[in-house]
């Protein structure tokens, strides 16, 4: 019987399964060489020698389009069982992804583009639930993020305005919650504002009337941490006093008043047995000798 094998079949653009159902009793080389492969290469596996000479053989080999869109619907609604799921991800912990470290080129991000556009998203109007929202939110937690990242993302939101709603959400969540002493000491580095100018009027004062008194707002030194707040000014005699020097108008816009402001820090400072002392901007330039008095009372 004659023997039909797939350089034939491919010139009248036909696949072995499309000429097997048209002539069923035919003898079609390339299944049966198929099975043999099966049987003889069952439980076995290619040699490493064997693989990289197959690659090699493969290596830089284009597939046609018509190609491609069969392997395409080929493999269309297949679903991966959780056994080859798991097989992947632990073969991918042991061994480097053969993507890892390379980049797209500007001509193959235009083809990928091109092609998703119009394409409607598997996942759009879906909603994770709340069970893969918190795996994904304890993956993430703690996990720095470059410079470039955070630049990328600064870029990103530029110009953006956040909702009423969405800001009610970010001020619900960071309610209560304290910095670390990296965040505040990173956060003040990046606005470069401490001492401001008002403070430094205050060093000043303290300096020329000789009070014991030392300015560590500038968060460099980390013994005057205190329950994530920082005072401004210190004792550096045997009286454990801090001096808080503030514009009325930012600590109204903050704290929403200055009696909720005061009684906050006085809360937190007198739990380490802290007293503390509170001067407004007008205080000092406009009633200094009071404020002095006061001071000294306290100081001595």
């Known amino acids: 019987m004659f023997k039909i094998t797939n350089s034939h079949l491919r010139k009248h653009s036909l696949t072995p399964q499309e000429y097997k159902k048209k002539f069923p009793n035919s003898n079609l080389i390339s299944l049966m060489t198929l099975n043999k492969h099966k049987s003889s290469?069952?439980?076995?596996?290619h040699s490493k020698k064997t693989k990289r000479k197959l690659s090699l053989a493969h290596k830089g080999k284009v597939l046609s389009e018509e190609t491609r869109i069969k392997i395409g619907k080929s493999l269309k609604g297949i679903k991966r069982s959780e056994e080859y799921k798991q097989k992947l991800r632990n073969y991918y912990k042991k061994n480097q992804h053969p993507f890892k470290g390379k980049?797209?080129?500007?001509e193959a991000l235009r083809k990928i583009s091109e092609t998703g556009k119009g394409r409607i998203p598997w996942n759009k109007g879906r909603r994770c639930s709340e069970e893969i929202r918190n795996k994904i939110s304890k993956k993430l937690k703690g996990r720095p993020l470059s410079r470039k990242t955070r630049i990328k993302m600064s870029i990103s939101h530029k110009g953006k305005k956040i909702s009423e709603s969405a800001k009610k959400k970010i001020s619900i969540a960071h309610k209560g919650k304290i910095h670390s002493k990296k965040h505040i000491i990173?956060?003040?580095?990046s606005i470069k504002k401490s001492p401001n100018k008002f403070e430094k009027e205050c060093m000043a004062l303290f300096k020329n009337h000789n009070l014991p008194l030392k300015y560590v707002g500038d968060f460099n030194n980390l013994n005057f941490f205190i329950a994530g707040r920082v005072p401004d000014f210190v004792s550096t005699n045997d009286k454990k006093i801090i001096v808080e020097v503030f514009h009325r108008y930012f600590k109204e816009k903050q704290y929403g008043s200055v009696r909720k402001y005061k009684r906050e820090r006085t809360n937190i400072f007198s739990k380490y047995g802290w007293k503390t002392l509170f001067f407004t901007c007008e205080d000092i330039r406009l009633n200094f000798n009071k404020c002095l008095n006061i001071l000294k009372k306290e100081l001595y």
């Open 41 to 45: 290469m069952l439980g076995k596996k």
């Open 103 to 106: 980049k797209h080129s500007q």
């Open 186 to 189: 990173n956060f003040l580095k």
